[in-house]
């Protein structure tokens, strides 16, 4: 990893990547300085400046992006000699938002398709097209998958032999909220919520 700075201005001989933050790619249009509140109450005031990361070979976006906002980049940047990007993630999947060539969302079946920017057209799946985009619109939905088999193994390995056993360490009794109807003492903090008083 390396900072937005290094990025534009250094070449590498090993693959570097680059976290962007807002400020990082977009601007002002009144030339003022950037402000993430500002930015985030008056999108429609800013525009991209996202034109020097073109050269990149792989982006993945995965920023909320407000309609109101200035796109990343247009149909017709694609079409110039300056754009390297042959790989697109766009984790967001705003059909015709932020990204001109996701243009559809893919599934997790189906996750890629191609984009061709001259014809403005999706083609099948590394056909040689311009562009190889991977747009799932319930790609969230997938994490909670690895989530919950980390999970189950982190209880397996590290819960259930306290359950199974006289709890030596003291985890379940720290972890019980109630016992006998009455709040634990380590949870009587909550006592003045569970008899509705403020």
């Known amino acids: 990893e390396v900072n937005a700075e290094v990025y534009l201005h250094q070449t590498f001989d090993k693959p570097v990547y680059v976290q962007l933050d807002s400020d990082e790619y977009n601007k002002r249009e009144d030339g003022q300085d950037f402000t993430k509140e500002d930015f985030y109450d008056n ?7 996202f034109a020097p990361y073109l050269s990149s070979d792989i982006l993945i976006s995965a920023a909320y992006w407000d309609p109101k906002a200035p796109v990343l980049f247009s149909k017709e940047d694609m079409l110039k000699d300056t754009f390297n990007i042959s790989v697109i993630a766009d984790i967001t999947c705003d059909i015709e938002g932020s990204i001109p060539s996701t243009k559809m969302p893919a599934t997790i079946d189906n996750p890629v398709y191609d984009y061709d920017p001259e014809k403005d057209v999706v083609a099948p799946p590394y ?10 619109d319930n790609l969230p939905c997938e994490l909670p998958r690895d989530a919950s088999k980390d999970f189950g193994r982190e209880l397996i390995d590290h819960v259930l032999p306290n359950l199974l056993s ?3 360490e003291g985890m379940i009794a720290r972890a019980t909220i109630t016992t006998g109807g009455k709040l ?12 509705g008083k403020e």
């Open 43 to 49: 999108p429609e005031g800013y525009i991209s400046s």
């Open 127 to 136: 056909s040689g097209q311009k562009v190889t985009v991977m747009a799932v």
């Open 166 to 168: 006289d709890d030596a």
């Open 184 to 195: 634990t003492k380590t949870y009587d903090y909550l006592q003045d919520f569970a008899d």
